[in-house]
């Protein structure tokens, strides 16, 4: 959305972003059943299978609950076993590996039906001083009013993608051309970039902001493994089979942040792909790493 436009309003009153954010965010606030066992559900308009921002973002919630309030995370490595059923609960069962003087550290498994689907291994640490440099933000990235929104895209030629028919709490401005647009051509080798933030405001919750952004995580970083190829005529099977993040400095989610995308590496039917992510006023405050299946179809096996 534009400056120039009006904010949709939902039935209470709300802007439609701010409502569909505040149901992200009751849907990131875990029931606790036991001392280290909480349970999550999904939105009722949902993808065919648990998106894997959403476990990761609610993995982590049930790890910070356990956390004292004094330590903050840096660094989370998770694994995506099975797909998660959208129609069922999902129960988190949090181990306290170890709790020592300036860090401390978490395993989460999601569980659904008696089965692993996600596991999470999580470190916090107490805030400490040392050495800091960082990583320049990307030149000659125009700035997130000037891009236009998914809803935009939507009206205007469709690229929006499967992202048009689902709730977004978060706004989304894609830099460049999707995989998935019709109007990119060719392959590229630069990194894909997007803008994002949180459609609304937020609670002054220091890991509400990183779930936040690590449920956005998952949204645009494997597609930057299929831009370095040829689009290809039939959309290959995709899904996430584990993920990294680190945190470096504190942020808003709810403030603008620059997502840059760009995959290393392909191959064995996955690919690699990395992500930096930026301040608007060009601070590093997160990086992440995942690897995924990517699976062409076979001809060979048409009609099957």
């Given at each position: ?12 009153g709300?802007p ?27 939105p ?12 990761a973002?609610q993995?982590l ?7 004292p ?16 059923d959208p129609?069922i609960?999902?129960v ?9 003087r ?14 692993a ?14 050495l ?11 700035a997130?009013?000037?891009v ?13 993608g ?22 990119r ?5 630069d990194?894909m970039?997007?803008?994002?933030r ?24 494997l ?7 040829e689009?290809?005529a ?13 945190f ?25 792909a ?10 590093l405050i997160a990086?992440t790493?995942q690897?995924?299946?990517?699976r062409?179809?076979d001809?060979?096996r048409?009609?099957?």
């Amino acid at each position: 959305m534009t400056e120039t436009q009006q904010p949709e309003i939902a039935a209470d009153g709300r802007p439609r972003g701010q409502a569909v954010l505040d149901d992200l965010v009751r849907l990131l606030d875990l029931e606790q059943l036991e001392w280290n066992l909480f349970r999550g559900v999904s939105p009722e308009e949902s993808l065919p299978r648990v998106y894997g921002g959403q476990v990761a973002g609610q993995a982590l919630v049930a790890a910070g609950r356990t956390v004292p309030e004094d330590r903050h995370v840096h660094s989370l490595h998770a694994y995506f076993i099975r797909p998660g059923d959208p129609h069922i609960p999902i129960v988190y069962e949090t181990e306290r590996v170890r709790d020592g003087r300036s860090f401390t550290t978490r395993r989460v498994l999601g569980i659904q039906r008696g089965e692993a689907i996600f596991s999470l291994s999580a470190s916090f640490q107490t805030h400490q001083r040392g050495l800091e440099h960082t990583e320049p933000m990307p030149r000659d990235v125009p700035a997130p009013e000037t891009v236009p929104d998914l809803g935009e895209r939507a009206a205007r030629d469709g690229s929006a993608g499967w992202m048009a028919g689902v709730p977004r709490p978060l706004d989304i401005r894609l830099v460049d051309e999707p995989v998935w647009s019709p109007h990119r051509t060719g392959r590229s080798d630069d990194p894909m970039r997007v803008w994002m933030r949180a459609d609304g405001v937020l609670p002054d919750d220091q890991l509400l902001h990183v779930c936040l952004l690590t449920f956005a995580s998952d949204l645009t970083l494997l597609g930057s493994v299929l831009a370095r190829h040829e689009p290809p005529a039939t959309r290959p099977q995709m899904a996430s089979l584990d993920h990294a993040m680190w945190f470096h400095q504190p942020f808003r989610a709810d403030e603008w942040f620059l997502y840059s995308c760009y995959s290393p590496a392909a191959s064995g039917g996955r690919g690699l792909a990395q992500g930096q992510i930026f301040t608007e006023d060009g601070r590093l405050i997160a990086s992440t790493m995942q690897e995924g299946l990517v699976r062409l179809p076979d001809p060979s096996r048409t009609g099957e």
